[in-house]
């Protein structure tokens, strides 16, 4: 089993920045895929960004390309979200995600792994 614990949500201004934090406990030498989900309020979930810890390969969704990065420390378990010129409609609830797939994952159902999720509220 893989348990995963999000940090660093909050509430922002429009053009600030936060850093989300995704550590890993109990069989992290088995995750490889790690992904950023976020809902919000009346939508569907949404893959924001995604990391494979052995290929360092990334992925990110349009909307926060230029304005986000997802890193990750195999030292520490754990996986990163750096988002910067944050804007209202990031508003949501961030999940992170892990799967022991050795490729990167942008569907949500390719995940076995997630975690509580932490709320981004960011305001006008």
């Known amino acids: 089993q893989v348990q995963l614990v999000e940090s660093g949500g909050g509430l922002v201004q429009a053009g600030g920045s936060l850093r989300l934090s995704c550590a890993a406990s109990?069989?992290?030498?088995?995750?490889?895929?790690m992904g950023w989900f976020r809902r919000a309020p009346g939508k569907e979930r949404e893959l924001v960004a995604a990391?494979?810890?052995?290929?360092?390969?990334?992925y990110y969704t349009d909307s926060v390309k230029g304005r986000f990065t997802i890193s990750k420390s195999n030292a520490r378990n754990t996986v990163y979200l750096q988002m910067n010129s944050l804007k209202p409609e990031d508003t949501a609830v961030y999940y992170c995600?892990?799967?022991?797939?050795?490729?990167?994952?942008?569907?949500?159902?390719?995940?076995?792994?997630w975690g509580q999720g932490t709320q981004v509220t960011v305001s006008s």
């Open positions: 995600a892990a799967d022991m797939s050795h490729i990167l994952i942008v569907d949500e159902y390719g995940y076995d792994y």
């Open positions: 109990g069989r992290t030498f088995s995750i490889d895929a």
């Open positions: 990391i494979s810890r052995s290929s360092g390969n990334t």
